[in-house]
């Protein structure tokens, strides 16, 4: 492979680098909804590449609205496209030179021009936060709200100058909510948005499916997508717990609030569950995971308190107090009957 091959492998196409800059574009206009957001969280999700080259996009972005809101950019702007127009018949490398130059200041004075406009304004990147499986981490965003992510969860954080814009790739997290009527706090998923303007509430996006739960505050809940349509919308009070999945009815509960706070420091509380829904929990904090081999064993119903991610002490209980035999495997354990 040459040099140039191993160019072409390292950086962007030139069609991938103009998607990212058309992304870029949309994601800061104002109309930009969970939508829009969702289809570029799976344009990212297509390949590697994607998240190189819209990277690139903001810093470039991020380095011209610098200099656009600079006086001076606007003389040397003019100096830098009279010397181009008077070099018109320098040598080739140097006209693409000049034409490079020129290009950079028509996108700072563009980047300029949509900033005194108000159609664009200088908001920070979006941020990506995420823990691998069995960790659990804390973040405290500009505004002074805490989120919390549980065990393999990503998710991106854009905080606009009229919206606090969560997207919650994959995972679980908490949010406790700086109040900011003014800027409303919103977590987007593939199945719901949730807004909220003061408040302690968990968002859990696994296996297809959107779980809320309302510690504090209010929140409203809505189908992505439908985020002004009221007729649709779901308003929470505290103890309220809402799965959304597509294509079936959204199904609204009381939460179980030891369990949904057991998590925060690193415990698993079951009351009365199906083992095989209490081995999907286990499996979500260690990468030696569980198996069950027989359907009737998934459904003896578990509780109790257990410390995610130690694995040997899940075992150990499993054995005597359900009396199931334990294969272990190495990376894999097959529970079943004795």
């Given at each position: 492979?040459?040099?140039?091959?191993?160019?072409?492998?390292?950086?962007?196409?030139?069609?991938?680098?103009?998607?990212?800059?058309?992304?870029?574009?949309?994601?800061?206009?104002?109309?930009?909804?969970?939508?829009?957001?969702?289809?570029?969280?799976?344009?990212?999700?297509?390949?590697?590449?994607?998240?190189?080259?819209?990277?690139?996009?903001?810093?470039?972005?991020?380095?011209?609205?610098?200099?656009?809101?600079?006086?001076?950019?606007?003389?040397?702007?003019?100096?830098?496209?009279?010397?181009?127009?008077?070099?018109?018949?320098?040598?080739?490398?140097?006209?693409?030179?000049?034409?490079?130059?020129?290009?950079?200041?028509?996108?700072?004075?563009?980047?300029?021009?949509?900033?005194?406009?108000?159609?664009?304004?200088?908001?920070?990147?979006?941020?990506?936060?995420?823990?691998?499986?069995?960790?659990?981490?804390?973040?405290?965003?500009?505004?002074?709200?805490?989120?919390?992510?549980?065990?393999?969860?990503?998710?991106?954080?854009?905080?606009?100058?009229?919206?606090?814009?969560?997207?919650?790739?994959?995972?679980?997290?908490?949010?406790?909510?700086?109040?900011?009527?003014?800027?409303?706090?919103?977590?987007?998923?593939?199945?719901?948005?949730?807004?909220?303007?003061?408040?302690?509430?968990?968002?859990?996006?696994?296996?297809?499916?959107?779980?809320?739960?309302?510690?504090?505050?209010?929140?409203?809940?809505?189908?992505?997508?439908?985020?002004?349509?009221?007729?649709?919308?779901?308003?929470?009070?505290?103890?309220?717990?809402?799965?959304?999945?597509?294509?079936?009815?959204?199904?609204?509960?009381?939460?179980?609030?030891?369990?949904?706070?057991?998590?925060?420091?690193?415990?698993?509380?079951?009351?009365?569950?199906?083992?095989?829904?209490?081995?999907?929990?286990?499996?979500?904090?260690?990468q030696r995971k569980l198996r069950i081999d027989d359907p009737a064993v998934g459904e003896i119903r578990i509780e109790g308190v257990f410390n995610a991610g130690d694995t040997d002490s899940i075992l150990l209980a499993l054995r005597y107090a359900y009396a199931l035999r334990v294969d272990d495997r190495g990376t894999e354990v097959v529970l079943s009957r004795k």
């Amino acid at each position: 492979m040459n040099v140039e091959d191993q160019d072409m492998r390292r950086y962007p196409s030139e069609s991938v680098a103009m998607q990212a800059d058309r992304w870029l574009a949309r994601l800061r206009s104002p109309d930009c909804g969970i939508a829009d957001r969702r289809c570029f969280q799976e344009w990212l999700a297509q390949a590697p590449m994607h998240w190189q080259a819209y990277n690139h996009a903001e810093h470039l972005w991020s380095a011209a609205a610098a200099q656009a809101q600079d006086p001076e950019m606007a003389a040397m702007a003019d100096a830098i496209l009279s010397r181009a127009r008077q070099r018109r018949h320098a040598a080739p490398r140097r006209a693409r030179l000049l034409g490079w130059a020129a290009a950079v200041v028509v996108l700072v004075g563009t980047v300029a021009g949509a900033m005194r406009s108000g159609w664009l304004s200088p908001t920070p990147a979006a941020v990506m936060y995420s823990t691998a499986i069995g960790e659990i981490r804390s973040f405290t965003l500009s505004d002074g709200s805490v989120i919390t992510l549980n065990t393999d969860t990503m998710l991106q954080v854009s905080m606009g100058t009229h919206a606090r814009t969560i997207t919650l790739q994959r995972g679980e997290a908490q949010f406790k909510v700086a109040p900011d009527p003014q800027k409303p706090f919103t977590v987007g998923t593939p199945q719901a948005a949730v807004t909220a303007v003061g408040t302690v509430f968990q968002v859990r996006n696994i296996d297809a499916a959107t779980q809320v739960s309302l510690l504090e505050g209010r929140v409203r809940v809505v189908p992505a997508g439908t985020e002004r349509n009221v007729a649709v919308r779901q308003d929470l009070v505290p103890g309220d717990k809402l799965l959304a999945k597509a294509g079936t009815p959204w199904l609204r509960t009381r939460t179980d609030t030891e369990a949904a706070n057991g998590w925060l420091s690193g415990r698993l509380v079951f009351d009365s569950i199906p083992l095989s829904q209490a081995v999907s929990e286990f499996n979500r904090y260690s990468q030696r995971k569980l198996r069950i081999d027989d359907p009737a064993v998934g459904e003896i119903r578990i509780e109790g308190v257990f410390n995610a991610g130690d694995t040997d002490s899940i075992l150990l209980a499993l054995r005597y107090a359900y009396a199931l035999r334990v294969d272990d495997r190495g990376t894999e354990v097959v529970l079943s009957r004795k």
